[in-house]
């Protein structure tokens, strides 16, 4: 399976701007970006090679600055990798972005503050021509979502964090992606916030079927949404283990309830992870300390 | 965050303030020595006498009596008011001119750097020509103005003139505003393959807008006193600078008529300010910040 997804990525008579349904969600093929600063080169990702699947959930996890924004940003076309091969939905990363197959949120809400919560959320159909009647019902669909219906002629400064973080996780499933990117999106909210949106994470996830690739600092929360959590490590950016998650409730996402969080694999897998960034891969067991700085172990 | 207290409370600052120039208007009249007082040549404190300083009933009472003792003369205010008008209307052109202009320039130096390493030296520069010095010049190369039927008229040099004064601030207050987004929003807007025009209607203009109330008042308080100098100074008829002059001129007869025009410029300079606050008023979501609550 997957050596037939690297197969139709990598032929390039293929019409990539198609994409062609069978195609992974995200495709990164020997990927290296290297950043020109004023003290020299910074290799913030080196040899990266990632394959997401339609509706798979992916976590990014590793110390800061081990490039797991960088990465993402790659896949969102925001910039543009030294050497390599990226692809989403068998297109261009360019092409998937101006056909808007992906929804992407930020560590940091963004929303526009002169807008209302609907107005914000109705923000990219609006660019994009869809029609009124449609659009209300849509955001409407998408506030109920992720509860805020009550809230949806308020304001953005007169909402919590963790109620603006909800608007921007709406705003990013607006268009029904087939992929979200999600960069720390729960950084910023207090644990029992974040336990909730983990929840409904996982749930719209499940009920709309889009793979995610979801960037974090803490372990638990990578185990808990996660397939497969890819574990990095810094300077220069690699990916040093990719560990799938083998919990109970695996076989549904949709069984993946509050649960899960006291269940033994749970806790099992949590060991898995931490030990995977702790021991820094099996190629460099010296450096141990380094390779866990920054990281959340809660 | 509630405008109507705030309103309120300006409104009660203002008259206070008000009453506190009348009140001491009147004491000083009262208690000052009628001669003032002077050091040696230099006089430091005016005389007191109804010719320098008429009573503030009396300047109320001349505004409400015929502006001359010809048949059927209209009162004084209604003769202020309407030069008044008339600067107002000449100054709002001028205003108009000026918001076209900074936020054109704003809208090129936003796109191109270039223009902005090119245009935003100049545009201070001009700043330092006094125009309004010029403004005989500027009028006499405005009578030389003829296009087809359209031929300059003298309004129009103190309209330009005022636009000249308002332009720059608008100019320096849109350009900060157009550039005024996150990074965020403007990554947002890139994921959303939004292009230049989508992104500058619904992102960078909501953006600016606070950047743009204070310029626009800015320029409106410019172009106001830049339209009643230029009138002054190029003699145009009809409006409140030429009534400031020519009132002026009288007040050795007169005295309390002097103070006619001067009531009008203040109120001018009020109407002026007002209009933009309401602006700001009708814009009041568009001030909004981020912060959560
Ligand atoms: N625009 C940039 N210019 C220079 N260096 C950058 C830039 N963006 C990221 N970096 C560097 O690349 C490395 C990876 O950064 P980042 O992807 O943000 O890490 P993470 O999100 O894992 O914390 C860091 O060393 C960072 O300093
Ligand atoms: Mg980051």
Redesign the pocket.
Known sequence: MSDQILNSAAATDAPLAAGDTDAAAVSVRGVN?Q???ATGV?H??EAIDLTVSAGEFVS?I????????????LIADL?DPTSGDLTVFGKTTTQARLDQDYGIAFQQAGLLPWRTVAANVALPLELHGVASADRRSRVANLLDMVGLTEFADRFPDQLSGGMQQRVAIARSLAEQPRLLLM??PFGALDEMTREKMQTDLVRIAADTGAAVVF?THSIPEAVFLSDRVVV?S??P?RISQIVPMQLNAIDGRQERSDNLREESSFFEMVTEVREALHGGASDSPGDEPRQAR?VDTR | MTARPRLVGGFVWGLAGVLLIALAWEGYKFFGPADGLSIGELRVLPRTTDLAMPHLWDMMARLAEPVTRAEGALPLWAVVALAALTTLGIAAAGWAVGVVVGVGFALLMQRWRLAEFGLLPWIVISQTVPLIAFAPVVKSWGSRVEIGSFEWQDWMSVALIASYLAFFPITVGALKGLQSPDRIHLELFETYASGYWSTLKQLRFPAAVPYLLPALRLGAANAVIGAVVAEVSTGLQGGIGRLLIQFAGQASGDPAKAWGPIFGAIVLGLVAAGSVALLSVILKDYRRTEEAA
Do not use: H, I, N, W
């Open positions: 970006k950043f020109q600063t910074v913030a990702l990014l590793g110390p800061s600055g081990c490039g797991k924004s960088t990465l993402m940003r910039d960069d720390e960037v990095m810094p300077r950016g920054g």
